[in-house]
T-cell receptor
Framework: NAGVTQTPKFQVLKTGQSMTLQCAQD?????MSWYRQDPGMGLRLIHY???????DQGEVPNGYNVSRSTTEDFPLRLLSAAPSQTSVYFC????????????FGEGSWLTVV | GENVEQHPSTLSVQEGDSAVIKCTYS??????FPWYKQELGKGPQLIID?????GEKKDQRIAVTLNKTAKHFSLHITETQPEDSAVYFC?????????????FGTGTRLTIIP
């Protein structure tokens, strides 16, 4: 009963490096999304997808890329890491985008030095 | 876009007492209002949600009320227990799909005092 799985759980990057945060769900959910969580700012939507092959920007998309080649996977790519991208990242999924329960992963703690 | 304000940012309540967390939203088109509980080191978990065609919803010790005219909604937890200690987030969405662009409040850290 895996649900939403994120890897890695912890990562330290140097400024300018690139990396990919992996997200996979085994519930055959159409909707997937990425949020970042910063102290005092709640969760902010980075990118989302309403189905395979379809992605769109959220509130804070700059510096991040996503793709959705399969229903199960929704990786988040940091193109050139900056200290401002130090945050906790959460991947989430739901059966559809129509107001269903959103299931969150356990989070990925990223530090950019 | 939508803006969600949440108060208070911290709340301490004696075990057995009630806790109330309030949120306001800006977009009158918003129609879906979930509440999430986040425990330390974990992802948020949905505890209750309400849609704009309903004024109140209850699930055991948890209830949510919605006032569309005033654009605010509240979470009520009765008979609080130590395991209720966590960070609670409200959210609002008015997108075509509902979950499409969920906007979160900044969170309330609830501490239950034994």
């Amino acid at each position: 009963n895996a649900g939403v799985t994120q890897t890695p759980k912890f990562q330290v990057l140097k400024t300018g490096q690139s990396m990919t945060l992996q997200c996979a769900q085994d519930m055959n959910h159409e909707y997937m999304s990425w949020y970042r969580q910063d102290p005092g700012m709640g969760l902010r939507l980075i990118h989302y997808s309403v189905g395979a092959g379809i992605t769109d920007q959220g509130e804070v998309p700059n510096g991040y890329n996503v793709s959705r080649s399969t229903t199960e996977d929704f990786p988040l790519r940091l193109l050139s890491a900056a200290p401002s991208q130090t945050s906790v990242y959460f991947c989430a999924s739901s059966p559809t985008a129509s107001g269903n329960t959103i299931y969150f992963g356990e989070g990925s703690w990223l530090t950019v030095v | 876009g939508e803006n969600v304000e949440q108060h208070p940012s911290t709340l301490s309540v004696q075990e057995g007492d009630s806790a109330v967390i309030k949120c306001t939203y800006s977009d009158s088109a918003s129609n879906y209002f979930p509440w999430y509980k986040q425990e330390l080191g974990k992802g948020p978990q949905l505890i209750i949600d309400i849609r704009s065609n309903v004024g109140e919803k209850k699930d055991q010790r948890i209830a949510v009320t919605l006032n569309k005219t005033a654009k605010h909604f509240s979470l009520h937890i009765t008979e609080t227990q130590p395991e209720d200690s966590a960070v609670y987030f409200c959210a609002a969405s008015g997108g075509v799909f509902g979950n499409e662009k969920l906007t979160f409040g900044t969170g309330t850290r609830l501490t239950i005092i034994p």
